[in-house]
Structure formats: structure tokens, C-alpha cells
């Protein structure tokens, strides 16, 4: 059985920081492009960062400078370090696994909510 099991969100001030952790069970995790996405209230789902199996990385725009993603394959687990955070940064933030081999394998954790605000 896959687990995705994110952690870390809360309440912050603008300028503030966290750090959200994603624990992986049930997949080869050093197999996976890691992501965290986001999807605020009335908007789409949209990808913040990803990394591949290999450390390569890639964020959005609007996190650019201040977002860095990191993964410790012998814990299992994908982080997201969140600095300068900003109001417009709030949002339910969502861990993902995905590889391609024969078939598509893509997965989900359940979301940890960020509210940045004074």
C-alpha cells in the first residue's frame, strides 16, 4: 500500500518559514520524481517544485529564490523549505510520486494546509 503522509504546515506570518516533509512508503521512493503542488481556494492544483530521482530540480515562478526542494532517499522523504512566505503562498500543499515504466505510476498524498497571514 502507498502512503504519502505530508507534514510541517500551520499558520506563519508574512516573511515567516516552514518546512514541509513528505514520508513515502509502499514505492521504490529513489525511483520517483518528488513534487509538491498546491491548490488554493477557488483555484487549479498547480506544481510549486519538483525533484528528480537524480537531484535535478525544478519551481514554479512564483517561488523561485524563496521555495527549496530536497529529498533524502534513505528516509524516504521529500521536503519543501518555504522562506519570505507571502499571503498569496496559502494553500492546501500536496506531496507527489510519479514514474513512468510500462505504465504510468502516480501518487498522492492527502495535503497539509499553509496559511500565511497577520
Known amino acids: 500500500q502507498v502512503q504519502l503522509v505530508e507534514s510541517g504546515g500551520g499558520l506563519v506570518q508574512p516573511g515567516g518559514s516552514l518546512r514541509l516533509s513528505c514520508a513515502a512508503s509502499g514505492i521504490i521512493f529513489s525511483r520517483y520524481v518528488m513534487g509538491w503542488y498546491r491548490q488554493a481556494p477557488g483555484k487549479q492544483r498547480e506544481l510549486v517544485a519538483g525533484i528528480t530521482s537524480g537531484g535535478i530540480t525544478n519551481y514554479a515562478d512564483s517561488v523561485k529564490g524563496r521555495f527549496t526542494i530536497s529529498r533524502d532517499n534513505a528516509k524516504n522523504t521529500v521536503y519543501l523549505q518555504m522562506n519570505s512566505l507571502k499571503p498569496e503562498d496559502t494553500a492546501v500543499y500536496y506531496c507527489?510520486?510519479?514514474?513512468?515504466?510500462?505504465?504510468?505510476?502516480?501518487?498522492w498524498g492527502q495535503g497539509t494546509q499553509v496559511t500565511v497571514s497577520s
Open positions: 507527489n510520486a510519479d514514474r513512468f515504466s510500462t505504465s504510468r505510476l502516480n501518487y
